[in-house]
Every structure is written in structure tokens, then in C-alpha cells.
């Protein structure tokens, strides 16, 4: 894109940002601004016995700055705390850059989970210089998070664990699955949580690789959506990933439509969502 168009794209993304989202005449709009919260439950026959009934808050894709303001990640926060799961998980692209994504979690109250806070990196993460990157891994730590970024956490409950892993982005970052290998070969049941389902593929083809539930983001289930299919996909394998709950590479994924929006702050065919999954073993 030329220096005039991208100055003529900025110019007009400033303006959207001033379209009123409460107005339901402007349906796109007043879409992107809602939030569902989605209650389910995924049950598993390889899910340890003391692991029976946990309960996982998960969001994705908040994209905070021009579209996503205070007032938005503050009610986000607080949604996500009252849901009162034993952990909460989220999912990357907290802000549009990196800096956003500092920005975000200065801006929000502290989130608490009874096993704890954890995060993974999405691309829009890492958008930004090496010292912007840095502050947003600073501002996770401070706020409690625990950045998962080609690396685990054991969580444990009832006398039994489980592995919480996830790579570092797929697009922007570094993913190695190598340090999380042994531990997934050890652990009876693991949660794999990268930003983007487009590691899967690439995760199925290395040896040891496995995972029992793996939450993702990243494709906003399309933000754009006519007659069931996506006007544009983030992912490289369009609609293959696109949302929802779906059984590929010996594993069950479950793929968020996200809270927020890129690029323009419209959704069409699919709602912003959170979540609150409770773990359940198969007898």
C-alpha cells in the first residue's frame, strides 16, 4: 500500500472511532459492542478424577485502544471475575500493539482465580519494539498474570494435575514446542492454549506432541460472516478453525469468536463472547 493510501486508511479508522455503538440501526456496530458470556462444559474420559468439575474462565482477542476503551476492559474484568472459576485463561491481542496491550492491563482491575491467572501471547502482542514488548510482559507480571510463552504450568486440584501449556504466536512470535514436550508426555491430561489454532498442524507433525483441550482465539469466528462463511479469515486455513467446538488432531479445540474487533469495529453473523467451561470426567 502507498504512503497516501495507508495515511487515507488512518484517517478513516479515526473516524470510525467517533460511530455511536449503541445505536442499533447501526446493527455491524452495535454488534461488535456486546459480550456473551457462553456457559459449557467439556467432558473427558482421560481428565484426572481430583480435576472433575474445574472450571476454566477464558477470553480472547480484546484488541484494547481506538475500538475497546476503559470502560470496556473494566466491565471484561469484572465479568470475568465474577464468574468465580478456579482459573482464568486468556487468550492474546490484548491491545492492537504492544503498547495497547500494556495499556490494558494497567487499565483493569485485578483478576483473581483461585488456581490462578494465566496468559498466552497473541500476534498483535508483539507488534511493537523490543522494549514495548517488554513493558507488556511487565505489565502482565505485575497484574498477577502468568505469561505462558513456549512454556507450562502444572495446576493442581483434588490431588490430581494437569498441564497448562502454550507456544508463543505463530504469526509474530517464536513457538517451540521443545519445552513443553516432556511434560505433555508425562501429564495424564493437558490444556494447550496458543493464540491461534494454525500451530495444530504444524504442533500434530512433532513427535510427542499431544494435548487433550486446546483453547484458542485469534480468528474473531470470522467478525465478518455471510450465509456460514467468513468474508475474510486471519487464519491460513480459512475456515477450517473458524469458531466453535470441533475434534481435530486427537484432541478437542474449541476456537472463541473473541471480544473485541481488528481492523474495523463491526461484527456481522457472530457474536463477541467469554467463557466458563467446567472440566467433567467421563465414567
Not at 186 to 212: V, W, Y
Request: hydrophobic letters at 40%; one cysteine or more; charged letters at 20%.
Amino acid at each position: 500500500m502507498s504512503g497516501r493510501g495507508k495515511d487515507l486508511l488512518r484517517k478513516s479508522l479515526h473516524v470510525l472511532r467517533w460511530v455511536p455503538t449503541s445505536c442499533k440501526a447501526l446493527y455491524p456496530f452495535w454488534l461488535s459492542a456486546q459480550l456473551d458470556t457462553v456457559e459449557e462444559e467439556a467432558i473427558f474420559s482421560s481428565l484426572p478424577k481430583g480435576m472433575d468439575g474445574l472450571s476454566i474462565a477464558y477470553a480472547s482477542d480484546i484488541h484494547y485502544g481506538a475500538f475497546f476503551g476503559r470502560e470496556r476492559a473494566v466491565d471484561l474484568a469484572e465479568r470475568l471475575n465474577a464468574m468465580n472459576a478456579d482459573l482464568i485463561l486468556l487468550g492474546g491481542d490484548y491491545g492492537e500493539t504492544a503498547a495497547t496491550g500494556a495499556a490494558f492491563f494497567s487499565v483493569i482491575p485485578p483478576l483473581r482465580a483461585r488456581l490462578g491467572v494465566y496468559a498466552a501471547m497473541g500476534n498483535h502482542d508483539l507488534i511493537g519494539s523490543g522494549r514495548e514488548i517488554a513493558q507488556l510482559e511487565e505489565a502482565v507480571a505485575m497484574s498477577g498474570v502468568r505469561l505462558l510463552r513456549n512454556s507450562g504450568a502444572l495446576i493442581s486440584q483434588g490431588g490430581d494435575s494437569l498441564l497448562l501449556c502454550a507456544t508463543d504466536d505463530i504469526l509474530q512470535g517464536k513457538p517451540d514446542l521443545g519445552p513443553l514436550l516432556p511434560a505433555m508426555q508425562s501429564a495424564s491430561f493437558t490444556l494447550f492454549a496458543p493464540h491461534s489454532p494454525d500451530i495444530l498442524p504444524q504442533a500434530e507433525r512433532t513427535e510427542g506432541f499431544r494435548f487433550d483441550l486446546a483453547l484458542c482465539g485469534h480468528t474473531h469466528g470470522g467478525q465478518i460472516v455471510l450465509f456460514g462463511r467468513s468474508l475474510h479469515s486471519s487464519s491460513r486455513y480459512g475456515d477450517t478453525y473458524a469458531r466453535g467446538w470441533m475434534n481435530v488432531h486427537g484432541g478437542r479445540l474449541m476456537v472463541s469468536c473473541g471480544v473485541g474487533t481488528s481492523l474495523m469495529p463491526i461484527r456481522l453473523g457472530v457474536r463477541p463472547q467469554i467463557h466458563r467451561i467446567t472440566l467433567r470426567k467421563a465414567y
